[in-house]
Each structure stands twice: as C-alpha cells, then as structure tokens.
C-alpha cells in the first residue's frame, strides 16, 4: 500500500505511459486521414461521442465507487483483525498461569497470521499483478510473502510436529485455528484455564475465523466480471471514437485563426483527444488496480506490515525481543 504523501507525477505517467502510447495513435490516425488524404466522411457528430462520454464517465465512476468500497472493507477487516489480535495477547498473557503455555498460544497465533497473508498472496487468474505496467512498478516496493517460503518461516512458531500438519493440510490458516481450539480445550479440561477465560478465548478463535473467512471473500470472489467488462469496453470505445468526434469542431476553428495554424487547427485534435481520453483510462486503470486488496499491488492493504506491527506487540507482551516493522515509502506489505 502507499504509504507516502501521494504519487509523484511521473510515477503516474510512468505506470500509464502504454495507455498513451495506444491513444496517440489512436488521435493521430483519423487526424492523418483527414487532412492527408481527405477522407472527409470519417467525422463522427459531436453529439453522439458526448452522449457516449456520459454513459463511460456514469459506468467508471460507478466500478471505481465499487472498488474502492472493496478496499476500504478490505482493510476494516485487518484493522479489526489488529484489534482482536492484541485483545488476544493480553487475556492470554494475564489469565494463562503458565509463560511456557501463553507463549505457545501466541506464537500459534502468529502462525495463522503468516498462513493466511501467504494464503491471500496467492494469485488469482483475474488479478492484474500480471500486467506489464503493473509487474514493471514493482520496482517501487517489496512483497515479503513472494520472497521467501511459508515452510521456513512456520518452524520459528509452530513445533516440528505442528509444522508438519499444518504443511500438509489444505488450508494452514484453518488447521492453525482448529489447532488452536484444541489446545484451549485441553488446558481447561486440565484445570489449568478457568471456564471463563476458556469461553473467551474461543470465542476469540470464533472472531477470527469469521475474519479469515470474509478476508478470502474479497481474494476469492472479484468485482463481478460482467460489470469490469462492459466498463472496459465502454472506455476502449469512447478512446476510439472521442477522436472521429472532434474532427470536423476543429476543421471549423480555421475560419477564426490566422498565420501558421491556419488550415492545420485539425492537429490539435491529437492533444486535445489524448488529454480528455487518458483521464478515462486512467480511472479505469486506478479502478482495477484497487479491486482486489490483497493481490500485492501497490494499492494493497498493507497485510505484512499490519502482521509486522501484530507480531511486535504480542512479542513485546511476552517480554520477547521484537524489532519495528519498517518498508520503503512505497509499499504493499
């Protein structure tokens, strides 16, 4: 996620530069067409590329307010699973006669948190992380979980024989949280948690797996394809025929000048046409970027950070060394 003031200018043209590229031959072509070779007849009226301007700008605002939602839902889930976290340390730590056991119970809990920001690493077939322009900017940033493999990091939580389970079952996330349960179980059967503290630590267990479950929502479940689509194409086709609309409006502006730009006014379409048509894309492009939250974009909830600052605060609990989370200015951790 970006955590710095804002993108620079050039990041951002940077990050679009392919979609203008596209648009100036896009602008240029009809331009050369008509004033090269007088294919007059390619003006397209003004008033149809407006109305289809109106009905792309309804449909992208409309996927971006929907992204956007997805994002910021996306990241109430982890704050929420930050707070809980923390609420778990503590009754764990003062309720838990035994440091060894309270230890146990943190560290497994520090395992689910690493299985499940791998799990939502995971790429999906409908993430964009894959696209050049995507795939280019990462360059910026840094994703931990696509550095190093889950399998060398559960061993500094979880005993070798826990380990071994966990690798082995389908979902890590899962089996840690039913290993979890268990272990509570077993505690309170032996005297050792009163019945209490047992209900409210499983009911603890229940929180998170109800926020593991509606943060594998978002991962597994994008924005409906059926709406991406039509706002894709929308846009692609105002681009196309935005140019074809404003042939004939600059053609006119040669009555009113004079001098070197008399009979060339028809160029200025080509800027005029990128200029409106990139606003366009660019949302379009802003809007995909933002609709799965944990596809380690630069947009991301910052998953690894958050389990970073999880991590400190537990092991600071435990009276354990843990150092500060920290990541460059532009970062989807």
């Given at each position: 996620?970006?955590?710095?003031?804002?993108?620079?200018?050039?990041?951002?043209?940077?990050?679009?530069?392919?979609?203008?590229?596209?648009?100036?031959?896009?602008?240029?072509?009809?331009?050369?067409?008509?004033?090269?070779?007088?294919?007059?007849?390619?003006?397209?009226?003004?008033?149809?590329?407006?109305?289809?301007?109106?009905?792309?700008?309804?449909?992208?605002?409309?996927?971006?307010?929907?992204?956007?939602?997805?994002?910021?839902?996306?990241?109430?889930?982890?704050?929420?699973?930050?707070?809980?976290?923390?609420?778990?340390?503590?009754?764990?730590?003062?309720?838990?006669?035994?440091?060894?056991?309270?230890?146990?119970?943190?560290?497994?809990?520090?395992?689910?948190?690493?299985?499940?920001?791998?799990?939502?690493?995971?790429?999906?077939?409908?993430?964009?992380?894959?696209?050049?322009?995507?795939?280019?900017?990462?360059?910026?940033?840094?994703?931990p979980e696509w550095e190093r493999d889950i399998d060398e990091l559960l061993p500094e939580y979880l005993s070798p024989s826990e380990t071994e389970q966990a690798i082995a079952s389908t979902s890590i996330a899962t089996f840690v949280l039913s290993l979890q349960g268990s272990s509570l179980k077993m505690l309170h059967m032996a005297g050792n948690l009163n019945s209490s503290f047992y209900l409210e630590l499983q009911k603890a267990i229940g929180d998170f797996i109800d926020l593991q479950a509606r943060s594998?929502?978002?991962?597994?479940?994008?924005?409906?394809?059926?709406?991406?689509?039509?706002?894709?194409?929308?846009?692609?086709?105002?681009?196309?025929?935005?140019?074809?609309?404003?042939?004939?409006?600059?053609?006119?502006?040669?009555?009113?000048?004079?001098?070197?730009?008399?009979?060339?006014?028809?160029?200025?379409?080509?800027?005029?046409?990128?200029?409106?048509?990139?606003?366009?894309?660019?949302?379009?492009?802003?809007?995909?970027?933002?609709?799965?939250?944990?596809?380690?974009?630069?947009?991301?909830?910052?998953?690894?950070?958050?389990?970073?600052?999880?991590?400190?605060?537990?092991?600071?609990?435990?009276?354990?060394?843990?150092?500060?989370?920290?990541?460059?200015?532009?970062?989807?951790?």
């Amino acid at each position: 996620m970006h955590l710095g003031k804002s993108y620079n200018v050039s990041e951002f043209l940077f990050w679009t530069r392919r979609q203008i590229y596209g648009l100036l031959i896009c602008g240029s072509a009809p331009v050369f067409l008509y004033k090269v070779f007088s294919v007059t007849w390619l003006s397209v009226p003004l008033t149809i590329v407006v109305l289809l301007g109106t009905a792309t700008s309804f449909i992208v605002g409309f996927k971006n307010v929907q992204t956007y939602n997805r994002a910021t839902d996306a990241l109430d889930i982890w704050i929420d699973i930050l707070g809980k976290s923390r609420r778990w340390g503590q009754i764990v730590r003062n309720f838990v006669e035994d440091e060894e056991v309270s230890r146990r119970l943190v560290h497994r809990h520090l395992a689910w948190l690493t299985a499940l920001r791998y799990e939502l690493r995971r790429p999906r077939i409908w993430e964009s992380t894959s696209k050049r322009s995507n795939a280019e900017y990462r360059r910026f940033y840094r994703v931990p979980e696509w550095e190093r493999d889950i399998d060398e990091l559960l061993p500094e939580y979880l005993s070798p024989s826990e380990t071994e389970q966990a690798i082995a079952s389908t979902s890590i996330a899962t089996f840690v949280l039913s290993l979890q349960g268990s272990s509570l179980k077993m505690l309170h059967m032996a005297g050792n948690l009163n019945s209490s503290f047992y209900l409210e630590l499983q009911k603890a267990i229940g929180d998170f797996i109800d926020l593991q479950a509606r943060s594998e929502r978002f991962k597994n479940f994008p924005y409906p394809r059926q709406y991406a689509t039509v706002s894709s194409l929308f846009v692609k086709f105002f681009c196309f025929l935005f140019p074809f609309g404003l042939l004939h409006e600059f053609d006119k502006l040669n009555d009113s000048v004079s001098g070197f730009m008399h009979g060339n006014m028809i160029w200025l379409v080509v800027p005029c046409s990128v200029a409106v048509s990139w606003m366009y894309t660019s949302l379009e492009q802003v809007g995909e970027s933002t609709e799965n939250p944990f596809e380690g974009g630069a947009n991301d909830v910052p998953i690894s950070t958050l389990c970073s600052i999880i991590e400190r605060d537990l092991k600071e609990m435990l009276g354990e060394p843990a150092g500060e989370p920290s990541g460059p200015a532009i970062i989807a951790l």
